[in-house]
């Protein structure tokens, strides 16, 4: 029996191309948001980037659009501070949010952030997706299914995207795996596929593309 919340499989010839094709196209980045009101207009579909900081989301979008440096990543934890939004091509904004579950910062700058990254989940009509990426190594954690709550409660389908799978493989990835799937079973939001990646070695990064390519 296939298991509930399957991995994404490889993408077929044309979806694969599709998302070849969108991101192939321009990747600009287009504002730092600090506030509700900064929001570019909701004038196209966008997808974001959610997780713990340091869960690797600005590494992927590098990934992802082929150019390094886009977005910034870091081994310092916390270092997303605004909603970042890109173009990709005319018609998609990606959206690197600032990291969650990150207390090493003065209290008043993390509630700020987290404020507006609850208010940016919740109150985006344009918001297609929302990709909550977990650490192959360390699963779902509490701030996790904080913000899976706070997806359910506001409609907004989200997937989970495995990271960094080039640090747990075989059996070990399968156990995380299945406590990821026993988590989902309880959040009405989840897509009903696990998407897994690694930045590090390209795994994962064609499927995702044509995952995103296959949004409406
Ligand atoms: P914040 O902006 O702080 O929330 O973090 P983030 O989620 O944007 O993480 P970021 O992309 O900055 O990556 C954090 C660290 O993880 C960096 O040192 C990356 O090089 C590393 N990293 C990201 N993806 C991978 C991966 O697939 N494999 C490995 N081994 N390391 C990764
Ligand atoms: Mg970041």
Request: with cysteine; proline share 6%.
């Amino acid at each position: 029996m296939q298991p509930a919340f399957p991995i994404t499989g490889e993408p077929e010839s044309e979806a694969a191309e599709r998302g070849r094709k969108l991101f192939a196209g321009q990747s600009e980045f287009l504002k730092g948001v600090v506030a509700m009101d900064g929001l570019p207009p909701a004038d196209r579909i966008e997808v974001c980037f959610a997780g713990r900081s340091n869960v690797g989301k600005s590494t992927l979008i590098n990934a992802l659009t082929g150019r390094k440096g886009l977005a910034r990543a870091s081994n310092t934890p916390g270092r997303t501070q605004e909603i970042n939004f890109f173009t990709q091509g005319d018609r998609l904004y990606l959206v690197d949010l600032p990291g969650y579950g990150y207390a090493n910062a003065p209290l008043k700058v993390v509630e700020k952030w987290q404020r507006l990254l609850r208010a940016y989940l919740a109150g985006r009509a344009t918001l297609r997706r929302a990709f909550v990426l977990v650490d192959a190594r360390h699963g779902i954690k509490p701030p996790d299914q904080e913000i899976m709550g706070l997806l359910d409660k506001a409609a907004v389908t989200f997937q989970v995207v495995m990271t960094k799978t080039d640090k747990m493989k075989g059996p070990a990835l399968d156990k995380v795996l299945d406590s990821v799937r026993m988590d989902l079973a309880r959040h009405p939001a989840a897509y009903p596929e696990i998407v897994i990646t690694s930045s590090e070695k390209g795994i994962g990064i064609e499927t995702l593309r044509a995952v995103i390519a296959g949004i409406e």
